[in-house]
């Protein structure tokens, strides 16, 4: 409809509203000095909402929450009060008009909220209203990266107009895994551990067995990787490594296996 044909419409139904024709084109020049004047206009005549008066029309809670590998459930309630109906459009009738006072649109969200405010879910549902009314949503959330074991928030809102009544709750996850302790496999048992020291020992006395030596190299290097979650027997490992050098270094000086300790030494 044209501006001025609709200016005669309200006119004669005597609707208040502001209709000013200039001379100009169908650009930003023409427009631009209106701009501040036609939103202030609109503004005046919108109803003014805060987040405090959201709360107070829109009642939002939280209740069934849970959170699965792969989802996250919730119902969310929404007890709107009569005050609603301050907040409904009448609509001036015209040729064009079907319904002179809709229903007030409340979009209702519930995201899900990672522990570093990250939204890793999110969904909405629409509802409306023209006067006091109890909704309920179940929500599903989905996602891959969504995990039992993570903390989470579920924020659940309804808008009133811009301004959102909220309503959280938190999702703990469940007790951090302890790793297990070291499988019996890869447990030094003390009759091997004997036997290392039985070896070394034989070996310490002057006993020339290859196989002393091997059987000793072979125990010492599988209580070697169990000394690396256990710092004392890393620690006897390293001592009884240091004894072996030291014998071998005496011992063996002057023969053909040291030539390489010779030329150091020379």
Known sequence: MPAIELDALLRNVKIDHFFELEEGAHDSAFYKPYVVDS???????????????????????????????GSAKATVTVAVNDSVKEYLTTIPVSDFTKNTKPDLAVPVTLRLVDKNG???????????????ANLSFDFELT?????????YTLV??????????????????????IPPSPSEENRISPSEETSASEAMASYESGASGSGNVKEAAQVLGAVKEEGK??????????RKKQ????????????????????????
């Not at 909402?49 to 959170?67: C, M, Y």
Request: aromatic share 6%; charged share 25%; glycine share 8%.
């Open 39 to 69: 939103f202030s206009y609109m503004t005046a005549r919108i109803p003014s909402v805060t987040a405090n008066e959201a709360g107070r029309v829109l009642k939002v809670g939280l209740k069934n929450a849970s959170v699965s590998k």
């Open 143 to 151: 996602g891959y990266g969504i995990s039992k074991d993570e903390q």
């Open 118 to 132: 990250v939204t890793v879910a999110k969904s909405s549902r629409t509802s409306y209203v023209n006067s006091s």
């Open 243 to 266: 004894i072996l050098r030291r014998k071998h270094s005496r011992k063996y000086r002057g023969c053909k296996c040291s030539r390489a300790g010779r030329r150091r030494q020379r």
């Open 229 to 238: 979650s256990c710092g004392s027997r890393k620690k006897r490992i390293d």
């Open 156 to 177: 659940a809102s309804a808008n009133l107009l811009d301004y959102p009544a909220v309503a959280s709750v938190s999702l703990p996850g469940n007790q951090a895994v």
